[in-house]
């Protein structure tokens, strides 16, 4: 470990025949990252430490407490069997007035890492604790803030050595016409280290057993020699847990694995098949758009996506539809959500309930059954619903827009409304008034969808809701908000003058009987148009008056305002006579005077005007650079407003003031459009343009819809991506990141789909698409990941005998793998001790032939599957016992010996080279 700065604290422990050191250190330095702690052993023999457990990571601080990590404030004792006794104190300061006090005790399994939490001890403390042990007897001294006295507590701890097995995830599953209760059962946590794979053991201690309850009563069995995971379920003859789904023999047993998810992201979890077309679900979460994707699995594995907004669900499957239980994501959050998914037509409807702080721990306490009954229990409460009717509300939306309605008018209220099922019946219209309500009237017809109302005499809001009806009793309403007005009477309207120059402003002044700061006028101009009469020398053939005229020019608004009498508006962009008008509700006048409006000496360029009509922009905004000019040629004499008016706005802003021909302005996600005008100053006048209105087209991305694995186990895997082309875009940027690094272009395509092939096994990619158009580049959708991995090799089969005693000394092995498909090499190990591993060959074919080997011998050989990297990834290994057969070889010819030298120590001889069996005699002296 490096890093001590981030050290906060050290303890050592001295068992019967080891040194422990437990160092805290919450950073994420530890190993692994999740524990806050290192607990090392010391080798007494090279003076170093090595890795011993990880502890449990059942709290962010287990040994010390979090707020008061400092050593006094903690103490351990190693108390006998390998357990370790912690006791920490804490205070909390709220304010002057308010104190709180923590004082811990937990113990520690020096053999598992487990943690059990023992008890609050009876004493506030705050800087110092100390643990001793003396005569069997465990004493804790504390500076006692009660009365500021230092104390010492005799603590009695009972059962404190006894290992503790525990049962958890129990619930009753059905199979083959019998009924079997299921949990798992063991020690939680074993957390002994793995120095080689550097990770920890986990569940060896751990088993999922079963027990038979009918027709009769059977005896617990495991049902699996490996603990295989939590959420256990069972439809058919298939089991899923939380890592895989596997076959069940007839006495439920594992007998195989047939689903291992390649990508890490899925995993199996709670599914009950009340239909005969899936067995299993595999779930992921997206994070991008805060729900869960979920993978239907059929008896082949085949699967089908649907997208839902429920956390870690439960879910049930019919033939035509699921219904699912969880906690509630997006929209839903902070809720229980029983979702009903159609999955022929995609349709879902979804009712919440209670609260997340409600939580409801255990999905055994959710039941489904054949029926589509539901029954949920959290806390005190059960809920029970029948799912197999419609529970789809209609959808019924008002339409009508105006809210300020004149006492004593005939208001029509007008809706639409649709049913999923087409299966409405009526509906009812209510009134309320000062929260006294009232049925209007129930229109059976449901084609007819809308209902006259006249505005009663009153000063108070008025209320009016509609309620749709399906057939299923279900009820969707909606609602809108009037308020009575008396229209004003206009009495007066005036203009400052009769004559202006295009450009000058015009002062308008109006008066009108019950009008208040509320009011709204709105002033209209109209051209006149002067029809000249014909001289002629004889009458004419028929009479001019009866002759249709060309209609008049329409009234063009050129202001609204509220709650006043006098505005100044500038008159450009006109030439010629014109009239105004001014109304209020039901009220108008006509002003008696017209106006004469001599030319201007400014006219606007619109052909360089931009933007005009729709612009692409970003889903999420843009900016906007705008551009205008004029025919003269301009200088600095040339001053230039720059006036917008967004969707949600009544009025134009002005935006800038400048000498320049263009302004650029940034827009939000909202806005779906907008209108700009340009209001020039010149010689003292104002000149404004004609406004130009723009129609945002919103660029968006499409998301990542597929990605496909193609050529998988093959020396060059490729990944296929799959994504919706866009009507209006033809250029997309593709983008890959490879195990959560930063997200890179890997090119730019036209369509889906497209083939990425630079990518390599063990990895794990994400993909992301952004359209582009017009130079501007869209946000990217939501991305989609896939891992890229050789087929997990589950068993290999030695086709040998075993413990075979061969007549030679050669030996021909031959295996199988499952699955077969998959770009694997193997690695032969070949020892004469069954505790060595000494290598010998690595093959890609499923037979190796050892030659040379020595007689009468037994030999141990493993197969190990390597990656296409020449690794091992996993620990499947099948390990072959044989014995060579005896030496039967026969010398035919004897070597001749000469002995060239005697003594009383030694005898040197020396014999002549001879191949005999394929063996070789070397020179020997002895």
Request: glycine share 4%; net charge negative.
């Amino acid at each position: 470990m490096q890093k001590w700065d981030d050290v906060y604290s050290v303890k050592s422990i001295i068992t019967e025949n080891d040194i422990y050191l437990i160092i805290y250190q919450p950073l994420t330095n530890s190993i692994p990252e999740w524990s806050d702690y290192d607990i090392l052993l010391f080798d007494e023999a090279s003076y170093t430490f090595r890795k011993s457990i990880a502890v449990s990571p059942k709290s962010n601080t287990i040994l010390l407490h979090a707020n008061n990590p400092e050593p006094n404030n903690n103490d351990l004792l190693y108390i006998g069997n390998n357990k370790v006794l912690s006791a920490s104190v804490c205070q909390h300061v709220y304010n002057s007035t308010l104190i709180r006090y923590e004082s811990e005790l937990k113990i520690l399994d020096l053999i598992t890492g487990d943690i059990q939490f023992i008890t609050n001890l009876p004493f506030k403390g705050k800087n110092h604790i100390l643990l001793n042990m003396l005569n069997n007897n465990i004493y804790a001294m504390i500076d006692d803030h009660t009365d500021s006295n230092l104390k010492v507590y005799r603590l009695d701890l009972l059962n404190i050595n006894n290992q503790v097995n525990q049962s958890e995830d129990i619930s009753l599953v059905e199979q083959s016409n019998k009924l079997y209760a299921l949990w798992s059962y063991g020690n939680p946590f074993d957390g002994r280290w793995d120095d080689t794979n550097k990770k920890i053991v986990f569940h060896t201690t751990r088993k999922n057993q079963c027990l038979q309850i009918a027709p009769s009563i059977g005896s617990i069995n495991n049902i699996s020699d490996n603990y295989i995971g939590r959420n256990v379920s069972v439809n058919g003859n298939y089991l899923s847990t939380d890592k895989f789904i596997g076959e069940l023999d007839a006495d439920f047993n594992l007998s195989k694995i047939v689903y291992q998810p390649t990508n890490i992201r899925f995993r199996p979890f709670h599914f009950i098949a009340h239909g005969s077309k899936y067995v299993s679900a595999l779930t992921n979460f997206l994070s991008d758009t805060d729900s869960i994707e979920i993978l239907l699995l059929d008896n082949e594995m085949k699967h089908n996506s649907i997208i839902a907004y429920t956390d870690t669900p439960k879910i049930a499957s019919f033939n035509d539809e699921i219904i699912m239980i969880g906690n509630g994501m997006n929209t839903y959050d902070s809720q229980h959500l029983i979702t009903k998914l159609n999955l022929e037509t995609g349709q879902q409807s979804s009712i919440s309930f209670g609260s997340i702080i409600d939580p409801i721990t255990y999905l055994n306490r959710i039941d489904i059954n054949q029926n589509k009954y539901v029954v949920v229990v959290w806390n005190s409460l059960v809920a029970m619903g029948a799912f197999s009717d419609d529970i789809i509300k209609p959808e019924v939306q008002i339409v009508s827009t105006d809210t300020s309605v004149e006492k004593g008018s005939t208001y029509r209220l007008t809706w639409n409304c649709s049913d999923n099922l087409d299966e409405l019946m009526k509906y009812d219209i209510y009134e309320i008034i000062d929260n006294q309500e009232r049925l209007l009237t129930s229109i059976n017809d449901i084609s007819t969808a809308h209902f006259d109302y006249t505005i009663p005499e009153t000063d108070k809001s008025i209320l009016l809701k509609v309620y749709a009806f399906d057939s299923d009793n279900n009820i969707d309403s909606d609602e809108i908000l009037l308020t009575p007005i008396i229209s004003p009477i206009i009495t007066s309207f005036t203009i400052n003058t009769s004559q202006i120059e295009s450009g000058d402003k015009v002062n308008f002044s109006w008066d009108a009987k019950d009008s208040n700061y509320d009011t709204v006028f709105s002033i209209y101009i109209q051209k006149i148009i002067e029809v000249k009469s014909k001289n002629y020398d004889i009458l004419p053939p028929v009479d001019w008056d009866d002759i249709a005229q060309p209609p008049p020019p329409i009234w063009q608004k050129i202001a609204e305002i509220v709650g006043r009498n006098t505005i100044s508006l500038i008159i450009n962009n006109h030439e010629g006579n014109y009239r105004f008008k001014i109304s209020s509700g039901a009220s108008s006048m006509l002003c008696d005077q017209n106006l004469s409006v001599k030319g201007s000496n400014l006219t606007f360029n619109y052909d360089s005007f931009y933007p005009k009509k729709s612009l692409s922009v970003r889903k999420y905004g843009a900016n906007i650079r705008f551009q205008w000019g004029v025919d003269q040629i301009p200088n600095d004499d040339f001053l230039y407003h720059l006036y917008i008016k967004t969707d949600d706005s009544e009025i134009y802003d002005l935006y800038a003031v400048t000498n320049e021909t263009s302004y650029t302005v940034k827009f939000n996600s909202e806005d779906l459009g907008l209108s700009w005008k340009i209001i020039c100053e010149y010689n003292q006048k104002q000149f404004e343009s004609m406004p130009i209105d723009i129609i945002f087209d919103k660029l968006t991305s499409p998301d990542i819809k597929n990605l496909e694995l193609i050529n998988n186990n093959t020396n060059y895997p490729t990944i296929e991506i799959h994504f919706d082309n866009l009507d209006s875009v033809n250029e997309y940027v593709l983008y890959r990141r490879c195990n959560m690094s930063n997200y890179r272009e890997i090119t730019i395509v036209s369509q889906s789909p497209f083939i990425d092939k630079n990518i390599d096994y063990d990895n794990i990619y994400d993909y992301v698409v952004a359209s582009k158009k017009d130079n501007i580049l869209a946000l990217p959708g939501n991305s989609r990941s896939i891992s890229v991995n050789l087929n997990f090799v589950s068993s290999i089969l030695i086709l040998n005998e075993n413990y075979e005693i061969l007549s030679t000394n050669e030996n021909i092995i031959r295996f199988q793998i499952e699955p077969e498909e998959g770009f694997h090499f193997f690695k032969i190990s070949l020892s004469e001790n069954p505790y060595e591993d000494t290598p010998y060959i690595i093959i890609k074919q499923k037979e190796v032939i050892l030659y040379n080997l020595k007689y009468n011998q037994t030999y141990y050989a493993t197969i190990y599957p390597l990656n296409h990297d020449g690794k091992r990834f996993s620990n499947i290994s099948s390990r072959l016992v044989f014995t060579t057969g005896f030496d039967n070889r026969q010398i035919t010819s004897i070597p001749v010996l000469n002995i060239i030298e005697c003594s009383y120590n030694n005898v040197l001889l020396q014999f002549s080279r001879k191949r005999i069996w394929g063996s070789q005699f070397t020179d020997t002296v002895a």
